[in-house]
């Protein structure tokens, strides 16, 4: 009922920059709190930053500073602009919808995207 399209991901050289973005589409009320999460291999997926209706932001020790994560609740859209990426960085990063309201059944859902590659050459 619910589709996290992200879009933006790719290869870059270290110190530069990339935007990723998040579309959710569905039969949407309101989400709660959109964010990202990155998968390195071998290794679990973290929390890279989460935003809130509100916008109330969070983020990862490793990123601040360098990450910045928006929202366009209007087209219900959560973005990440990441600059002065480094190697570590490369992951895969998924996007995350959570205490999602629907038009058409009660409670509250959580959503994931299908993962977008960052690779971030030395």
């Known amino acids: 009922q619910v589709q996290l399209v992200e879009s933006g991901g790719g290869l870059v050289q270290a110190g530069g920059s990339l935007r990723l973005s998040c579309a959710a589409s569905?039969?949407?009320?309101?989400?709660?709190?959109m964010g990202w999460y990155r998968q390195a291999p071998g290794k679990q997926r973290e929390l890279v930053a989460v935003?809130?209706?509100?916008?109330?932001?969070n983020y990862a020790d490793s990123v601040k500073g360098r990450f910045t994560i928006s929202r366009d609740d209007a087209k219900n859209t959560v973005y990440l602009q990441m600059n002065s990426l480094k190697p570590e960085d490369t992951a895969v990063y998924f996007c995350?919808?959570?205490?999602?309201?629907?038009?058409?059944?009660?409670?509250?859902?959580?959503?994931w995207g299908q993962g977008s590659q960052v690779t971030v050459s030395a």
């Open positions: 995350n919808a959570q205490g999602v309201v629907l038009t058409t059944l009660l409670g509250r859902y959580e959503f």
């Open positions: 569905g039969n949407i009320y309101s989400i709660r709190t």
């Open positions: 935003i809130t209706s509100g916008g109330r932001s």
